[in-house]
């Protein structure tokens, strides 16, 4: 949720759940982020978009503590997670990541893909994790299976599980990266409702995506990532209709 002030612009409300200063990025000789600042509030919605190689997904991995940074910093509340002493387990365990291939555990049922992190990470007893996945499952219509292996399910289906695991530690801020490019179309829809049910319901995401009329509809701001850099960032009304940069306009001429 955001506060729109008189030149439209949506203002983050609150201290910042999660933030990035001036993030720098280098794979060998390759500057794939170059300075990137990002700062997401509580109940905030906000997409990434970029041509492909742009580094949305290594921002969406080094803010998740699964790549290292070369420099700048990151804070997930009011902790610099970029400290090198810090626990990354400990962090990551208060994030949600879901990823374009649906990355569920073959070998473990649907409960039991939901219910891992809960109760190997947060210690829940697993009556209580069961109890609580089950219950997330119902809400998304896939209790029926969650006795059954991730292969029994559609990609859609899948990726709805990826996110109910993501969810299932209630994280502070769900990463969501291009989760339904892998996608058959007629799968997309169901895996995108699931977000913006999540995102009215308040839920904190950074999701970098190609579903441009989803950004459009469900983000409360707009990030363009360009070789590295974002170049512009607002809100889905303006930037979508009247993008201020021209690589920006450039973009999104190939897009709609
Ligand atoms: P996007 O998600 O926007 O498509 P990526 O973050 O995946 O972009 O990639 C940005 C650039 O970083 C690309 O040139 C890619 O080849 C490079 N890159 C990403 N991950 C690695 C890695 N682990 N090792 C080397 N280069 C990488
Ligand atoms: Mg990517």
Not at 41 to 64: M, Q
Not at 120 to 146: I, Q
Not at 188 to 203: C, F, K
Request: aromatic share 4%; with cysteine.
């Amino acid at each position: 949720m955001t506060a729109v002030e008189p030149g439209g612009v949506p203002a983050p409300v609150g201290a910042p759940v999660l933030a990035a200063e001036d993030v720098w990025k280098a794979f060998g000789e390759r500057e794939v982020l170059r300075g990137v600042s990002v700062s997401l509030a509580a109940h905030e919605v906000v997409a990434l978009i970029g041509a492909s190689g742009s580094g949305k997904s290594t921002l969406l991995r080094c803010l998740g503590l699964l790549e290292p940074i070369d420099d700048g910093r990151i804070f997930l509340g009011d902790e610099d997670i970029s400290d090198p002493r810090v626990d990354g387990n400990r962090v990551r365990a208060r994030l949600g990541a879901v990823f374009q291939s649906y990355n569920l555990f073959p070998h473990l049922t649907v409960l039991g893909n939901v219910t891992l992190a809960s109760r190997v990470v947060h210690k829940v007893p697993r009556k209580d994790a069961e109890a609580r996945a089950l219950a997330l499952l119902e809400r998304v219509g896939l209790a029926d299976f969650a006795n059954a292996h991730p292969d029994r399910l559609s990609g859609g289906q899948q990726q709805r599980v990826a996110i109910v695991r993501a969810i299932a530690t209630d994280p502070e801020v769900l990463l969501l990266d291009e989760i339904t490019s892998a996608l058959d179309p007629e799968l997309v829809g169901e895996v995108l409702d699931l977000v913006r049910s999540l995102a009215e319901g308040g839920a904190t995401i950074l999701m970098a995506t190609h579903e441009m009329a989803f950004a459009r509809d469900v983000a409360d701001r707009v990030l363009f990532l360009d070789e590295g850099v974002i170049v512009e960032e607002g809100a889905p009304a303006q930037l979508f209709t009247a993008p201020a940069h021209a690589r920006t306009k450039a973009f999104l001429t190939r897009f709609t």
